[in-house]
């Protein structure tokens, strides 16, 4: 397995550690500039098992620091290679306006809905992150990757599981320690192999609980991270070394009868499309 992970401000860090061009995919999960660090305090939330020292950004100078980090992401990024950026909503406009101002092109606007909104009295109660999906323009044969069959080897399973609205687990692992706002492994795993092959390398510039770290190193990709906290830096460092290293998934046919009626209905589809055809 290998990893580069280092306890440093992401943006001197990428500047100093990673060459132009060299990474695969990004997966990232930036601070939302909401005083993150205080929302404990705010909704009465018991945070007994979370690391301390959350690096928050202030709103004053987030779309600064939104641009630096995303340029330097867009520098790192191989032709073709891919950006996941999972964003709140308040401070979204910032980091569009930063993905605007680079050479990446958008590819989805994903919407994750979770089920653990905090409750209001007056108003809707807010329910979903933003997920960017951009790209670096391909150049020759570097090219996107999107692996539509990692679960299922049939068009419509696999349709149905790339809708751009995603159901946003929670991970319930009472009493063990984690990072604020730590994501569910279950739910990086998706994008990491739709957007990328064994042996390529994943980035992540803000690292937090190490989760789109592990993720990446199960499934055999390698890994370079940042990470600002002291604190979370050295709690979940070791867990790397603890990662099993999986097989990626082997894809779901569906059942013969299913599978037999689905051909009959599209032979039907194409035979139609021909006599349009014909007809025009
Ligand atoms: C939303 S959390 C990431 C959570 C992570 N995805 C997880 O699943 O645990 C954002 C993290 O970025 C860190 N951070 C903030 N500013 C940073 C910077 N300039 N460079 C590196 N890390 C930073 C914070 O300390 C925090 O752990």
């Not at 205080?38 to 779309?63: A, C, F, I, Q």
């Not at 605007?100 to 919407?111: A, K, S, W, Y």
């Not at 790339?162 to 159901?167: E, F, G, K, S």
Request: one cysteine or more; aromatic letters at 12%.
């Amino acid at each position: 397995m290998f990893y580069d992970v280092y306890n440093e401000d992401c943006i001197t860090g990428m500047r100093n550690h990673v060459k132009d061009g060299t990474v695969d995919c990004i997966f990232t999960d930036p601070p939302y500039g909401i005083e993150g660090d205080k929302l404990d305090v705010l909704y009465h939330r018991d945070e007994s098992n979370v690391v301390d020292g959350y690096v928050e950004v202030p709103l004053e100078t987030y779309d600064q620091f939104s641009k630096d980090w995303i340029t330097e992401c867009a520098r790192c990024l191989r032709p073709g290679g891919s950006i996941y950026i999972v964003s709140g909503y308040t401070n979204l406009h910032h980091v569009l306006n930063a993905l605007h101002g680079t050479d990446l092109q958008e590819v989805n606007h994903i919407v994750s809905k979770y089920s653990f909104g905090v409750s209001t009295k007056k108003k809707w109660v807010s329910s979903h992150y933003h997920i960017l999906f951009w790209q670096k323009p391909d150049k020759g044969k570097q090219k996107r990757v999107f692996n539509t069959n990692v679960y299922y080897s049939d068009q419509k399973d696999s349709y149905h599981d790339r809708l751009d609205v995603q159901p946003m687990p929670r991970d319930y692992k009472p009493g063990q320690i984690k990072n604020k706002n730590q994501l569910s492994e279950d739910f990086i795993e998706k994008f990491i192999l739709y957007s990328s092959n064994r042996g390529e390398t994943i980035m992540d510039p803000f690292c937090g609980g190490f989760t789109t770290s592990r993720t990446a190193l199960r499934f055999g990709r390698t890994f370079i991270g940042f990470e600002m906290n002291t604190n979370a830096f050295r709690t979940f460092l070791p867990t790397l070394e603890q990662v099993e290293e999986k097989e990626d998934p082997i894809p779901i046919d569906p059942s013969p009868e299913e599978l037999e009626k689905r051909n009959k209905m599209r032979a039907g589809w194409a035979k139609k499309r021909a006599e349009r055809k014909l007809v025009s």
